[in-house]
């Protein structure tokens, strides 16, 4: 549960805002009654989630570049904040592939940068790094990763995020427990909404294909993934500063992720789509010879996250279906996306994740 006293005028600096959680987070910050500086790239296209949820309006917004540190700490500074989350990442898989140097310098001196600028910022006293299910050295067993297993992780977007995760740790060690700031690492599975259209993801990938009459193409129906709805990890990422804004002792690394049945195959997830987008919605397996290393089977242990802070996801896999199908339904008939998002993120708190 959030306190939405304490989030009222609180200073939140994101970075990362004008994509699709960053976007999510942004809307939900303001229903909470946050005041909310944005730090992130200039959106490419105007149907991205940031344009339609119309949150420009009502934050403090600075378009630049994390791996950019003097503008960074200029605008720490300037807005003073609270809080600081640090969402902006080079997040795609394959891209990371085609690019590894500019995955790594985003991933990883971006969040040099980011730690350095809150290490000038006296004001700041809790810090939240999402980083991701990726990090860990996956060895393809069929177990929930903990906390404390081995990070390593295979391609470069995942062993960025691992590196991310150690430079974190470097600099709580090094600067930030003789400050008195409290800094975590939140490590959340594949997480699905209405408004994602990153390419060479599952769920824009299905938007997409139905969106024009076709079928989905799937690379790996197998492969097992921890999927959950966006608003889960949001509102585990604003407990877990604000407990720690209180208590330097909750600060640490979170898995956040589904309870264990809602790790599911691939294959099942878009079926699962299909079936709730209706109007003969169909997939089809895409073979692809000498593709990309991805891992077959990931899910997370999320006792910790669970015990330390007594949450436990909302939404299942069915729900979760359910509400990105309503989201991107609504989107395709031109309907007022902000009230859609408002009405869910309204919804979800009164599923269990409320204020």
Not at 226 to 247: G, K, R, S, T
Request: glycine letters at 8%.
């Amino acid at each position: 549960m959030i306190e939405k006293e304490f989030y009222r005028n609180r200073k939140v600096f994101i970075t990362g805002h004008t994509g699709f959680k960053g976007s999510w987070m942004c809307k939900l910050l303001l229903q909470l009654g946050a005041k909310v500086y944005g730090y992130s790239l200039e959106p490419q296209e105007d149907k991205l989630l940031f344009g339609l949820s119309k949150v420009q309006k009502n934050i403090e917004n600075t378009y630049g570049d994390i791996r950019d540190l003097e503008k960074l700490t200029k605008c720490i500074k300037k807005f003073d904040p609270d809080i600081v989350i640090h969402m902006a990442a080079q997040p795609i898989v394959l891209e990371s592939y085609k690019d590894p140097v500019n995955t790594y310098s985003t991933n990883v001196m971006g969040t040099v940068n980011v730690l350095e600028a809150v290490r000038q910022c006296e004001n700041v006293k809790s810090v939240v790094n999402v980083t991701t299910d990726k990090v860990y050295k996956n060895i393809e067993l069929q177990k929930g990763y903990k906390e404390d297993d081995e990070l390593n992780g295979l391609d470069p977007y995942s062993n960025s995020k691992s590196c991310s995760e150690l430079v974190t740790s470097s600099y709580v060690n090094s600067f930030f427990k003789e400050l008195g700031v409290a800094v975590s690492t939140c490590r959340a599975g594949n997480v699905l909404g209405g408004g994602d259209f990153s390419p060479n993801r599952i769920i824009p990938d299905c938007y997409r294909a139905v969106s024009t009459g076709q079928d989905i193409v799937v690379r790996n129906p197998e492969s097992v993934r921890p999927y959950q709805h966006v608003l889960d990890p949001l509102f585990v990422y604003l407990q877990i500063a604000h407990l720690q804004y209180e208590n330097l002792e909750c600060a640490g690394a979170y898995n956040i992720g589904p309870n264990i049945e809602d790790n599911i195959k691939t294959g099942r997830l878009v079926k699962m789509f299909c079936d709730e987008w209706g109007d003969g919605a169909n997939w089809k397996e895409q073979v692809i010879k000498n593709a990309p290393h991805e891992a077959n089977y990931l899910y997370l242990d999320c006792t910790k996250v669970k015990n330390t802070f007594n949450w436990s996801p909302v939404w299942g896999i069915k729900q979760t279906i359910e509400n990105t199908v309503k989201w991107y339904k609504s989107y395709s008939k031109n309907e007022n996306i902000p009230k859609c998002m408002e009405e869910q993120i309204q919804l979800f708190m009164g599923d269990g994740g409320r204020v």
